[in-house]
């Protein structure tokens, strides 16, 4: 996890800014939101970890040659960015008793968002029209998760509702003079949040399945079963598609391809790749894993079964 502990220290800054920030909000949303961020704080061990999010000015750094400070900045107003959107997504998929805290939450860390980024791009710049279109994809992406397969269909698609924390890449490289590469830098984060997703989803399955979220690995399931999308799934198909039939390994075999994809694109992004590259190795040794005991089982499995039963 190189392209982490790196810029350990840089994260520690980034996250202290936005306590600060967040402290001042008005009460009682302090605490509140204090609280909400601690959940994705990735100094803290109990946390969930969207490195991307924060990560991506400082794995630009190298090709735009911005400041540090520069890049906190950016990476600050993706912590606000993360934070509206995850609320956004938890009242769409809850019937919360606190959807009112929640949303007026949001609408501060979403200002709080603006104010960053509006000390950098005058409303001129471009980088507004980017936004825009970050924010288009994400709205689209979240009212079609039950309408659209996307991981059958345009595959990328699937990163499009994560869409808005590219501006901190996009911003990166318009502020170093790199609009030209705006759209590979973009291709290359959607491939890295493939990946991502796949993995988030090879997770959350279980939980997808019962709350009836849009999950890629269902998807997977269902095309090899040549059926539409989760029609005839239940926990027991899945669990016979992954243990006994291998779906795992072939699903394993799509994010291999989007990081081999990554690791021909120029520029090369080292600290995006190899993030990519950690979660597909993930997926790879879990798939593995699963493989060995299938073998085990296909040579009678006594040992395999003593291995897993008898502790």
Same mark, same amino acid.
């Given at each position: 996890m190189e392209w982490y502990f790196a810029y350990k220290e840089e994260l520690e800054k980034v996250f202290r800014?936005?306590?600060?920030?967040?402290?001042?909000? &008005?009460?009682?949303?302090q605490q509140e939101g204090l609280d909400y961020l601690a959940r994705f704080n990735p100094l803290r061990e109990d946390s969930t970890r969207n490195y991307i999010c924060y990560l991506l000015p400082f794995w630009l750094q190298e090709l735009t040659g911005l400041s540090p400070e520069t890049c906190r900045k950016l990476s600050l107003g993706n912590v606000f960015v993360m934070a509206h959107y995850l609320i956004q997504d938890d009242v769409m998929d809850t019937a919360a008793d606190n959807r009112k805290t929640q949303l007026a939450l949001s609408q501060l860390f979403y200002?709080?968002? %603006? /104010?960053?980024?509006?000390? $950098?791009? &005058? #409303?001129?710049? &471009?980088?507004?029209?980017? !936004?825009?279109?970050? @924010?288009?994809?994400? !709205? @689209?992406? @979240?009212?079609?998760?039950?309408?659209?397969?996307?991981?059958?269909?345009?595959? /990328?698609? @699937? +990163? $499009?509702? !994560?869409? &808005? %924390?590219?501006?901190?890449?996009?911003?990166? %490289? $318009? $502020? #170093?003079?790199? +609009?030209d590469l705006i759209q590979t830098v973009t291709h290359m984060t959607d491939l890295s949040l493939l990946v991502l997703q796949m993995s988030d989803d090879w997770a959350d399955w279980s939980e997808d399945l019962v709350e009836h979220s849009y999950n890629c690995l269902l998807s997977h399931i269902s095309a090899e079963q040549k059926t539409a999308y989760c029609e005839g799934l239940g926990p027991q198909q899945i669990q016979e598609a992954i243990y006994v039939r291998g779906a795992l390994a072939s699903y394993v075999d799509i994010a291999n391809q989007a990081v081999q994809e990554l690791e021909t694109m120029e520029p090369s992004i080292h600290g995006l790749h190899r993030f990519a590259h950690s979660i597909a190795t993930e997926l790879s040794e879990e798939a593995a894993e699963i493989e060995g005991g299938r073998s085990h089982l296909r040579r009678g499995g006594l040992d395999y079964w003593l291995s897993k039963n008898m502790k």
């Open positions: 800014q936005a306590e600060e920030r967040t402290a001042t909000f &008005p009460v009682p949303f200002t709080e968002c %603006l /104010n960053i980024y509006q000390e $950098l791009f &005058p #409303a001129t710049s &471009p980088f507004w029209s980017y !936004a825009r279109t970050y @924010v288009d994809e994400w !709205a @689209v992406s @979240v009212i079609s998760e039950g309408t659209e397969d996307y991981f059958q269909g345009e595959r /990328n698609k @699937v +990163a $499009l509702k !994560a869409s &808005p %924390l590219k501006m901190a890449g996009t911003g990166a %490289l $318009l $502020l #170093a003079d790199h +609009a």
